[in-house]
T-cell receptor
Framework: NAGVTQTPKFQVLKTGQSMTLQCAQD?????MSWYRQDPGMGLRLIHY???????DQGEVPNGYNVSRSTTEDFPLRLLSAAPSQTSVYFC???????????????FGSGTRLTVV | GESVGLHLPTLSVQEGDNSIINCAYS??????FIWYKQESGKGPQFIID?????DKRQGQRVTVLLNKTVKHLSLQIAATQPGDSAVYFC???????????FGAGTRLAVHP
């Protein structure tokens, strides 16, 4: 049981490049989310999904796309990288439960992205 | 690890003392709350959660208190240990529980 796995752990991009951050979970969780964390700040929600085939925008969705073709995977795509997207990105997943997530969200170890 | 919480408020406590970390939330419709611990270079780690139909919930060495009247959440850590040193975040969600919104965080520094 690996939990939430994010790849890569580190990435440097040039402005304008595109890339996909991978996230996979093996806990059969319905809910998955992407967050970014900037120094001195909390986590900000980018996109989230309540199940396969369903995604929605969070607080800071601009410049990012997501898809959820399977329960296990929730990739985050940067369409045209900008220096403002330099950040640490976290993926998280949770059970849905009858009243929402139970036991909180399980987070991956993060991807540190630098855009130059 | 990355520089998480460079300018966060810091709570300094002596080892063995009790710690209280506070969080004010803004959305009166929020009905699910979580406390997370984040160590340098790692992802947030779940500590304890509470739903809005409760005022208090206890875990191992931790207690979460919820005051909906003043929209305030607190995390109490008993007998604080050096391993408790980290940044602590509260998070809230409402309605479908699928949008978890985080607060800014508090750094806990435990001194021997």
């Amino acid at each position: 049981n690996a939990g939430v796995t994010q790849t890569p752990k580190f990435q440097v991009l040039k402005t304008g490049q595109s890339m996909t951050l991978q996230c996979a979970q093996d806990m059969n969780h319905e809910y998955m989310s992407w967050y970014r964390q900037d120094p001195g700040m909390g986590l900000r929600l980018i996109h989230y999904s309540v199940g396969a085939g369903i995604t929605d925008q969070g607080e800071v969705p601009n410049g990012y796309n997501v898809s959820r073709s399977t329960t296990e995977d929730f990739p985050l795509r940067l369409l045209s990288a900008a220096p403002s997207q330099t950040s640490v990105y976290f993926c998280a997943s949770s059970y849905s439960g009858s009243q929402g997530p139970e036991g909180g969200y399980t987070f991956g170890s993060g991807t540190r992205l630098t855009v130059v | 690890g990355e520089s998480v919480g460079l300018h966060l408020p810091t709570l300094s406590v002596q080892e063995g003392d009790n710690s209280i970390i506070n969080c004010a939330y803004s959305n009166s419709a929020s009905d699910y709350f979580i406390w997370y611990k984040q160590e340098s270079g790692k992802g947030p780690q779940f500590i304890i959660d509470i739903r809005s139909n409760m005022d208090k919930r206890q875990g191992q060495r931790v207690t979460v208190l919820l005051n909906k009247t003043v929209k305030h959440l607190s995390l109490q850590i008993a007998a604080t240990q050096p391993g408790d040193s980290a940044v602590y975040f509260c998070a809230e969600s409402s309605g479908g529980y699928n949008k978890l919104i985080f607060g800014a965080g508090t750094r806990l520094a435990v001194h021997p």
